[in-house]
């Protein structure tokens, strides 16, 4: 038992370090370093798991660092299609889609119907 819990807190001592990499980065330079330290104590470390995300993040290395260039990720994208799938799903009662457009316009557009008369 002593030694399970040696290991989870060593697990989640590696995964705290990896979010503080990614969290306190200011810089490509910075993260870069962080990271090649955070993937070289991965591959000497025991757990498989952890030597996988290692061996994921050296990988795909260009694409992760490209997110402290420009800092700008695509949630508010996904937030508004999740949004727009679910318009579709109340939708289906609908007898003529071209309303669609319409529905998507009233439910994201975030528009003051209070101001507005007949």
Known sequence: MRK????TGRAC??????????????????AEAGFRTWCS?????????????ARRIRRHWR??????????????????NGIIQHV????????????FPTMIHLTCGKLDLATVTI
């Open 4 to 7: 399970q819990r040696v290991r």
């Open 88 to 99: 579709r799903t109340r939708a289906r009662g609908l007898r003529n889609m071209d309303h």
């Open 13 to 30: 001592r590696m995964r705290e370090t990896l979010q503080d990499i990614h969290a306190t980065s200011t810089s490509r330079m910075q």
């Open 63 to 80: 694409d992760i660092l490209t997110c402290f260039d420009h800092r700008c990720t695509n949630a508010i994208l996904e937030g508004l």
């Open 41 to 53: 104590w991965m591959m000497r470390s025991r757990p498989e798991p952890m030597k996988t995300l």
